[in-house]
């Protein structure tokens, strides 16, 4: 089992308190003989339409010394799963969890805000101090 990043339990806390209920921690992701484990799995009921909406989670911190070198890794991380998911016909939607401090320093970086529009990532912003989800990116 993989290690968790230093704020899965503070993603995983505001995923509840904003109404999801965390069916997978982790998630495993079993495709063309490898295991792949995505940090959570969720779902949340959806009123106006009874239906289910099925998240998978991937938390990052983003505290290595330089961003850009850690977000590459990220993306590519992002891409493969993704990939995997649309692959296995998976009926659930990636998104990469970050701190707000991490968010507002790629506000900063150009590149990394063209990667995140042009491979369509979606983000959860959250706030470590109050472990709540601030923004969903999508």
């Known amino acids: 089992m ?40 969720a779902e949340k009921i959806i009123a106006a339409t009874k239906e289910n ?9 983003l505290l290595q010394a330089s961003i850009v070198y850690e977000f590459h890794s990220v993306l590519g991380q992002f891409i493969a799963y993704r990939l995997n998911i649309k692959d296995l016909k998976l009926n659930r939607v990636l998104y990469v969890a970050i701190s707000r401090n991490a968010y507002e320093k790629i506000q900063k970086l150009p590149a990394i805000l063209h990667y995140i529009k042009e491979f369509e990532m979606k983000l959860i912003i959250f706030d470590i101090n109050t472990k709540q989800i601030k923004e969903w990116i999508k």
């Open 53 to 61: 909406e099925q998240i998978l989670i991937e938390v990052k911190s």
């Open 2 to 41: 993989a290690a968790k990043d230093k704020y899965h339990e503070h993603v995983k806390e505001a995923l509840i308190k904003d109404g999801w209920e965390i069916t997978h921690d982790p998630y495993i992701m079993r495709i063309r003989g490898t295991n792949y484990e995505i940090d959570l799995g």
